[in-house]
């Protein structure tokens, strides 16, 4: 698959590093040259000098035929700007910008666009939101039995309550996040598209649990 990153900061360097270290795609967009020094010597992506919303750079980056794209710069605006264009106008289903200011990430999220504000920010929080679904572990016990996973939920489950499920996976809804904001779980509350969801179970369970909701669910 095919990633295109706006802005080789801290963050968009590690994004590509990775990436690129799973066997994918690269181009990486960013208005200053010298900003490409933070990519390894080794990489092999694209370096694209350009501003990260203009129609030009972006095709030179590879935007037509990309899996996903992330807006990573330091400026709110730009980044907002290049995932609408790129939603858009080209057609890029997977695309996430990085917010400063947590306080306009529920206006963003309204647009369909995926939002993590800086004080939450990491690669690897980005990476779950463009690449393909599946359960990351946030928390492991000391004695690593039980975690706490977020899952990524397929979306014929949006409308489903948090009671069906924890029925259908066995395991304890903990919280989920809406908006920006997090939610304790009540057992009647309704999944909704763009929800995160968090879940307590034992460590052996959770592939199966990342295998049953990253599925379409079952009639």
């Known amino acids: 698959m095919h990633f295109v990153i706006m802005g080789c900061g801290r963050v968009g360097a590690r994004l590509a590093t990775s990436l690129e270290g799973s066997g994918h795609t690269v181009a990486v967009v960013d208005q200053n ?32 035929e990309a899996y996903a794209f992330a807006a990573v710069s330091d400026g709110d605006n730009s980044n907002i700007l290049a995932a609408r264009v790129v939603r858009e106008e080209f057609g890029v289903e997977h695309v996430v910008a990085r917010i400063y200011d947590p306080g306009r990430a529920e206006i963003y999220q309204r647009l369909g666009i995926p939002t993590v504000a800086t004080v939450r920010w990491t690669a690897e929080q980005v990476l779950r939101r463009l690449l393909p679904m599946g359960a990351t572990t946030e928390y492991l016990d000391p004695s690593g039995h039980v975690a706490l996973l977020r899952v990524d939920v397929h979306p014929s489950w949006v409308g489903t309550t948090l009671a069906d499920v924890a029925s259908v996976t066995g395991a304890r809804v903990a919280f989920l996040t809406r908006g920006g904001a997090s939610e ?12 995160d969801l968090f ?9 199966k649990i990342e295998r049953t909701l990253s599925r379409a669910k079952e009639a």
């Open 33 to 64: 040259p010298d900003a490409f020094r933070r990519l390894p010597e080794e990489f092999a992506g694209r370096r694209v000098t350009g501003v990260g919303f203009d129609r030009d750079t972006l095709r030179a980056a590879g935007v037509e």
């Open 184 to 195: 304790l779980a009540e057992p009647d509350r309704v999944l909704q598209d763009g929800d």
């Open 199 to 207: 879940l307590l179970a034992r460590v052996e369970h959770s592939g």
